[in-house]
């Protein structure tokens, strides 16, 4: 099976990493709440939005350092491909910050990807011609269907949700805060990356 796969809070997972980034810039009090949208709020409601757009492309650009991959995802990659599935990256961002120093945020995440063993030529990584970051959603979709995916993860429903992907891909939304476990939506849910690696074993390539 080819399995496509988000990049951004479906493997990287941001969890403290931008309360740790912003206080280190000093932008907020140390007793804010310590994820992403407190942040994002607190710096956008004292007017102050530009601020955490550059805090973004520090974070993407910069501190991938802090960022760890989601509990299970490593041992996902080792079983998928033992059990014979292909699998590809295939996320989107712009390559440079909107505001501020101009990082290269694909290499970036290519190097959390390296750094992490996650991306390489072992039987357990992801081979580097296989990660994919596109510039725009609908070019991302597009890749997804050139590469005719069969099974695709991703955090967002309004992604999983758009047109042009490979008809008859299985979508499973990736939802380890189980934000929707509670509203209906169209696509196999899964809380985490031990949920998804026990459904691919089974579906052996």
Known sequence: MRIGIDFDNTIACYDGVFHAAALERGLIPADLGRDKNSVR??????????DFTELQGYVYGARMDLVSPYPGFAEFVTAARAAGHDLFIVS???????????????AAARGFLTDRGLMGSAASQIAPDRV??????DEKV??????????????????????????????????????????????????????IAADVVRDRG
């Not at 709020?41 to 102050?48: A, C, E, T």
């Not at 994919?132 to 959603?137: C, D, I, Q, S, V």
């Not at 949700?161 to 196999?188: C, H, I, S, W």
Request: hydrophobic letters at 35%; a negative charge.
């Open 41 to 50: 709020d607190h710096l956008n409601g004292s007017g102050r939005k530009d």
């Open 92 to 106: 989107h961002k712009t390559k440079h910050p909107i505001l501020g120093p101009r990082h290269d945020m694909h």
């Open 142 to 195: 597009a890749r997804a269907h050139a590469l005719e995916c069969e099974l695709f993860v991703d955090d967002l429903p309004e992604i999983l949700g758009m047109t042009g992907f490979p008809e008859g891909m299985r979508k499973v939304l990736f939802d380890p805060e189980n934000q929707f476990a509670t509203k209906a939506t169209p696509y196999e849910r899964r809380a985490s990356w031990a949920e």
């Open 132 to 137: 994919f970051f596109e510039l725009t959603k």
